[in-house]
């Protein structure tokens, strides 16, 4: 990744030798007392530091933790507490053959709400492979949403109006379903030809 124009060698020499924060302060100086074999009052002039608190610096590096100067990546959680709850729940429903969507929904009845591609990645990483796709008759019947069908309007007609094509909101506002109470479509050849 290239951010423009590349630095000189003094600017790069000066990012070591002039440290502009507080903790690359205390790793240069550092650095070079332990490594590079400076004096403690040659690092201490070098990177600002008086030579009683260069000391109680190096007194704290060599008795606690080490300091953190790099940043490190902090992770997120390596755990996801709903799925692991339910993954013992998740293993047993599959070993009795449900699918991922009922090993869902069976869950939800539960009180764990977890979708079906949690279930699945639990499912993954225990080793199941997907089920086979079932045929209609071996699933287990579940309610469906029923939903009536209202009558479209012909477009010929519509258009003789100048209307659009709609569906039937109410039978008033079609001029070809006026009166009528039908809800379920007509067939292709009682609307009138086109002109």
């Not at 790793?27 to 600002?48: N, P």
């Not at 940043?71 to 959680?77: E, I, R, V």
């Not at 939800?108 to 997907?130: H, I, K």
Request: hydrophobic fraction near 30%.
């Amino acid at each position: 990744m290239h951010d423009g124009e590349p630095k000189g060698l003094t600017d790069c020499r000066r990012f070591f030798h002039e440290p502009s924060s507080p903790r690359q302060r205390q790793y240069e100086a550092l650095r070079a007392y332990f490594i590079d074999e400076c004096t403690s009052e040659e690092a201490a002039r070098q990177f600002g530091y008086s030579p009683g608190a260069f000391r109680v610096l190096c007194h704290q590096f060599r008795r606690s933790a080490l300091p953190e100067f790099f940043a490190t990546a902090k992770t997120g959680p390596q755990t996801q507490p709903k799925k692991s709850r339910a993954r013992e729940r998740i293993v047993a429903l599959r070993k009795r053959n449900y699918s991922v969507y009922e090993i869902s929904a069976a869950l939800r009845e539960e009180g764990v709400d977890l979708s079906a591609t949690a279930v699945r990645e639990v499912l993954n990483a225990e080793g199941f492979a997907p089920l086979p796709r079932r045929l209609d008759e071996e699933r287990v019947p579940q309610p469906h949403p029923t939903t009536e069908r209202l009558p479209m309007c012909a477009p010929s007609s519509c258009r003789r109006n100048g209307l659009p094509p709609t569906w039937a909101a109410s039978s008033s506002s079609c001029p070809i379903w006026s009166g009528s109470r039908s809800t379920t479509l007509p067939s292709r050849h009682s609307f009138p030809a086109r002109a």
